[in-house]
């Protein structure tokens, strides 16, 4: 997981902070599109308005944001897929090494090895803008995934057979398996543990909405979150590199590895 961790080292430790609709939040766009081209994807991004607000107690400009998304050529977007996401920006005070560089370095790690090894279905990687909130409730959150979600037409939901949202996957030992679904009957949840108990990495099973899966599952597609340990720096300034412990994310990337094959 060298990939991951050097992600995480430039995204909290050269980037910093990175709110949504930030020019810091622009140039991170800009490097995550270099690394997934770099790999062989094609690469777009998409871009959409977010609105001013309050994120974590700190305002925040309205502005445009967007989302990195990566495909290998030939792939279509109504053809069966899966879909593994990552949100990119942070709250203002942060230098977001847990939350979320964690996430999208392992995503980036998991897009290394799948452009060179077959996965059971084409994936789509996507590396999502706005994702903190600018206020209470779902209205005011998740805007990437959201607008994503948007975008697609009947066609393109019905072809999205999985997802799975990177969101704080760098801290502890045991890996949190998050389903929007409250009654513990979610057979992707299953799914993920399943391939968790191949790739043998100790999960645990949660209930979470908190992230960009639930803008899938919300509109009828399969979303899982990995991730949501608690840690001291939440959300801080404290939230630094050394906050993120390399076994762990070698861990989450096994097991999302597991989960495409």
């Not at 995550?32 to 959409?48: P, T």
């Not at 968790?196 to 899982?224: E, L």
């Amino acid at each position: 997981m060298g990939r991951a961790v050097r992600a995480v080292q430039h995204l909290a430790g050269q980037i910093g902070p990175r709110h949504g609709t930030s020019p810091a939040y622009q140039q991170a766009v800009r490097w995550v599109s270099r690394e997934l081209r770099a790999l062989g994807y094609d690469v777009r991004r998409q871009g959409f308005d977010a609105p001013a607000g309050v994120s974590w107690g700190v305002p925040v400009d309205a502005g445009r944001s967007a989302n990195v998304i990566a495909t290998l050529p030939g792939a279509r977007s109504t053809d069966r897929h899966l879909v593994v996401g990552a949100h990119l920006d942070t709250v203002p005070q942060a230098p977001g090494a847990e939350d979320n560089a964690s996430g999208i370095g392992v995503m980036l790690a998991v897009a290394a090895a799948s452009a060179e090894r077959r996965t059971r279905l084409p994936v789509t990687f996507v590396a999502f803008g706005a994702e903190e909130p600018r206020g209470p409730g779902d209205a005011h959150h998740h805007y990437g995934s959201r607008a994503y979600v948007a975008s697609l037409g009947p066609a393109e939901r019905r072809a999205v057979a999985g997802m799975v949202s990177l969101d704080r996957v760098g801290v502890g030992s045991v890996v949190p398996v998050g389903s929007a679904d409250l009654d513990g009957r979610d057979p992707r949840q299953h799914a993920v543990i399943d391939a968790a108990r191949r790739a043998r990495v100790p999960v645990v099973a949660t209930y979470n909405r908190s992230s960009d899966h639930w803008s899938f599952a919300r509109a009828g597609m399969p979303g899982v979150r990995l991730g949501s340990t608690s840690y001291a720096a939440y959300h801080s300034a404290q939230d630094v590199a050394s906050v993120v412990r390399p076994a762990q994310l070698e861990r989450v990337g096994r097991l999302v590895l597991a989960w495409l094959r």
